[in-house]
C-alpha cells in the first residue's frame, strides 16, 4: 500500500467515529416552562388569561375608608330611637261646678276626690295615698285632688296660690287630675256641709256619691281603699 493511500484511510476513519454514534444519546432539549409558553390568542369573547406579572400587587385600605356595604347598619338600625317623657304635672283653676262637671264625665270609673290645702298637715301627710292610687289603679280609678287654699282675699286671688300649690303638686309627683279651687274656702265647706279637712269623696261607677271621708284624719288603707275596692267589683 502506498504512503497516499494509507494516509486517505485513516484521514476517513477519524470522519466516521464521531457520526456513528446513536440519536438517542444526544439528550432532549429541556421542555419550555409554564411561565414562558406562548399561549396564542385568547378565544373569541375572553380576556387575556393574567399572568403573573400582570396581575395588580394586593393594597392595604387606608384606615377612615367605608367599611363594606355588609358591614353597614341595616335600615332597622339607623331608626330614631323614641323617648317618652314623664306624665307632667298640671293644676287647674276652676269652681265646683266644674269639679262636678269633671266628675261627671267619669262614668264607668270609680271616681275619688281629695280634698286638701297646704296649710292643713293631716291633708299633706295623707296626700301621698291618692298618688299611689292613681299610679296603681288609674285605669279603673280616677283620681281628682281638689286645693282649698283659696281664702277670698281680694288682695290674693286663687292665682296667687297657683305656684305654691303646683310645686307641692310636683314634688308629691300628683300627675293625676288637679283642681285649685276658686270658690272661698269658707264658702266652699258651708256648701258642702263640711267641717273641716282633709276630706275624701267616693264616687261608684254611676257617678254617685257612695260615701265621704272627713275629720282630722282619713286613713285610706283602713277606710278609702276597701271602699274602692268594693265598688270595682259592682
Not at 156 to 183: D, G, H, I, M
Request: proline letters at 11%; charged letters at 25%.
Amino acid at each position: 500500500m502506498t504512503r497516499w493511500t494509507t494516509a486517505a484511510l485513516l484521514l476517513g476513519a477519524m470522519i466516521c467515529i464521531p457520526g456513528c454514534k446513536k440519536a438517542e444519546e444526544t439528550p432532549p432539549p429541556a421542555p419550555p416552562s409554564p411561565a414562558t409558553v406562548d399561549a396564542g390568542p385568547a378565544p373569541e369573547g375572553q380576556t387575556e388569561p393574567a399572568t403573573e406579572e400582570s396581575k395588580p400587587a394586593a393594597t392595604t385600605p387606608p384606615a377612615d375608608a367605608a367599611p363594606p356595604q355588609s358591614l353597614l347598619p341595616g335600615p332597622a338600625e339607623l331608626q330614631p330611637v323614641a323617648f317618652y317623657a314623664a306624665d307632667a304635672v298640671e293644676v287647674e283653676i276652676t269652681d265646683w261646678a266644674g269639679v262636678q262637671k269633671w266628675i261627671a264625665s267619669q262614668k264607668g270609673k270609680v271616681v275619688v276626690v281629695d280634698m286638701w290645702s297646704l296649710s292643713c298637715e293631716p291633708c299633706r301627710r295623707e296626700f301621698p295615698n291618692l298618688v299611689k292610687l292613681h299610679n296603681e289603679k288609674g285605669d279603673k280609678v280616677a283620681c281628682l285632688s281638689v286645693s282649698t287654699d283659696y281664702a277670698g282675699i281680694k288682695s290674693k286671688p286663687p292665682k296667687f296660690y297657683e305656684p305654691r300649690v303646683l310645686e307641692f303638686l310636683t314634688s308629691q309627683k300628683a300627675t293625676c287630675k288637679n283642681v285649685l279651687c276658686s270658690v272661698e274656702s269658707e264658702e266652699l265647706f258651708e256648701t258642702l256641709d263640711l267641717a273641716s279637712i282633709p276630706a275624701v269623696y267616693v264616687y261608684g261607677k254611676d257617678g254617685r256619691q257612695a260615701k265621704r271621708f272627713a275629720g282630722e284624719e282619713v286613713h285610706y288603707d283602713k277606710e278609702v281603699l276597701p271602699l274602692v275596692d268594693e265598688l270595682l267589683k259592682k
